[in-house]
């Protein structure tokens, strides 16, 4: 009876909140640290990415991201976010056939996870394959159970997944969903230089020939095609966007070449360099012209704000963001971010880094090694970090009621 109990527990505990915003966290980016996160506009954090080979060993983090990546996961965690790590991503998914297909591989695959997350202090693992192929669909849901079995009740499964049947095809998850605690639907790439004219990158909705899929109908095929619950799909939104030069708009050929550029660039192109914005009410997204005789489709506040709205009224928990390090604009500022906080997390209290007040509750204390402390009425906030690790911290007077 006690261990069926606990396993109630550990499944409700598991549950996809009613509001998720789920932000990844590039490893590239040694100037983005604990810092420059803005921790009332996410609930979870996602560390990408960590590579795994044929055999289902990890690649090891350095001992920069190892510092960097401990400090984000410790302020996190004292303002009550959780942090996975991703395994995979566009290049670094070559070898998940390989684990998945051997049992061998994908049982040291599992158990290099459970040590990666508990040596990290981690909540979970996302895996990010991009894509499996028809061979590889019949191994897809013995891997992920194996993961499940591996990590536990206790920690957070996700899956990254294609937004269109195109890939979609190859994720046969039915038998996978109660192991799964969320799908992070990749609404975006909807456009690029594949294509031969402009398109949307992540428009809401279809719009004619400008654009011919979005964001509503990507969730509405994981729903109607795969089955899958709404309570357990999050959409996504790109912080970034793509320019095509020699372009008209959306809709138009182009002839130059197609690049990809931070929201926070093409932010800044708008207010200081003569970009002009339109905004397409239809698929409720803008874009703008360029002097040269350029396009680019981006995804503002307004756009993620509308995302944000659509996605809560229709019954979805949240969404996925990539990455949140293009839309930071110095210190801990991220301007759609927290245009998407307003339509998702209206209530979100939590760790502000250097971006106004710093906590108005702490659910979770901790000491200056992240450690749990003894809960009373005064909170441990973590503040400052260089080389070394934690520097300082702040006590803050909290209401009984948090502890």
Known sequence: MKSLLLLALALCARVVSAATVVAYIPDWDPTFTWRSIDYTQVTHLDWAFVTPDTNGKLSALDRANVLRLDSITSTAHAAGVKVLV?????????????AARNP????????????????????????????PTASDTANLVPF????????????????????SPWSGQWFPLSGAMDAIDWLGVMTYDITGSWDDHGGYNAALYPHADTATWSVSQSMDYWVT???????????????????FSQCA??????????????????????????????????????????????????????AAAAEGRWLATNGYPGVIVW??????????????????RAALLPDRTGLRTKSGVMVSSIKHRVDLMGRPV????????????DATGWRRRVIVASSPKSN
């Open 249 to 302: 708009g959306p809709g138009s050929p182009f002839t130059g070449a197609v690049g990809q550029v931070p929201s926070r660039d093409i932010e800044a192109a708008v207010r200081d360099s003569g970009w002009i914005r339109h905004w397409d009410a239809t698929s409720q997204i803008p874009w703008a012209t360029t002097p040269s005789g350029g396009y680019v489709t981006w995804n503002d506040g307004q």
């Open 323 to 340: 990455e949140v390090s293009q839309d930071w604009t110095g210190q801990a500022k991220h301007p759609v971010m927290d245009s998407l």
């Open 86 to 98: 991703s395994l995979g991503g566009a290049d670094g998914s070559t070898t998940f056939a390989g």
């Open 374 to 385: 003894t809960p009373s009425t005064r909170g441990v906030i973590l503040e400052g970090d």
């Open 144 to 163: 992920l159970h194996q993961l499940r079995d591996s990590i536990g009740v206790w920690k957070l499964l996700t899956l990254a997944v294609p937004c």
């Open 225 to 243: 095609v795969h089955g899958a619950p709404k309570s357990k799909l999050l959409a996504g939104l790109p912080l970034y966007g793509y320019v």
């Open 104 to 131: 061998v591989a994908r049982a040291n695959l599992g158990h290099q996870v459970k040590i990666l997350l508990a040596a990290r202090n981690l909540d979970g693992v996302d895996i990010d394959w991009e894509t």
